[in-house]
């Protein structure tokens, strides 16, 4: 079954930096998509980045864009986050979420349990 088991969530400070990963099975991982989403509390989910099955595709929202990296190794079936300059307002819980095909705007149809990041003094 698919499974989706993210990693590397914690405490950082102000300008810290943090990498996320996503070890994925249980599907071809090549040929898809990959997002990483979260959840601060009393918020909605939001998706923060995504990368297309080929790598050749990718997006970020607006407020993380120059500081976060997303990335994946299609021969692990792992994609990573790569956060720097974090604020405390990048406190959430993050999500590894999997699309249905290899675009990034193609619909998502599974996601991890999370890893929480926490940014604080």
């Known amino acids: 079954q698919v499974r989706l088991v993210e990693s590397g969530g914690g405490l950082a400070q102000p300008g810290g930096s943090l990498r996320l990963s996503c070890a994925a099975s249980?599907?071809?991982?090549?040929?898809?998509?990959m997002s990483w989403a979260r959840q601060a509390p009393g918020k909605r989910l939001e998706r923060v980045s995504g990368?297309?099955?080929?790598?050749?595709?990718?997006y970020y929202l607006g407020a993380v864009k120059g500081r976060f990296t997303i990335s994946r190794d299609n021969a692990k079936s792992t994609v990573y986050l790569q956060m720097n300059s974090l604020k405390p307002e990048d406190t959430a819980l993050y999500f590894c979420?999997?699309?249905?095909?290899?675009?990034?705007?193609?619909?998502?149809?599974?996601r991890g349990q999370g890893t929480q990041v926490n940014v604080s003094s």
């Open positions: 979420i999997k699309h249905r095909g290899g675009g990034i705007d193609d619909p998502s149809d599974f």
């Open positions: 249980g599907f071809t991982f090549s040929n898809v998509a």
């Open positions: 990368i297309g099955a080929d790598s050749s595709d990718t």
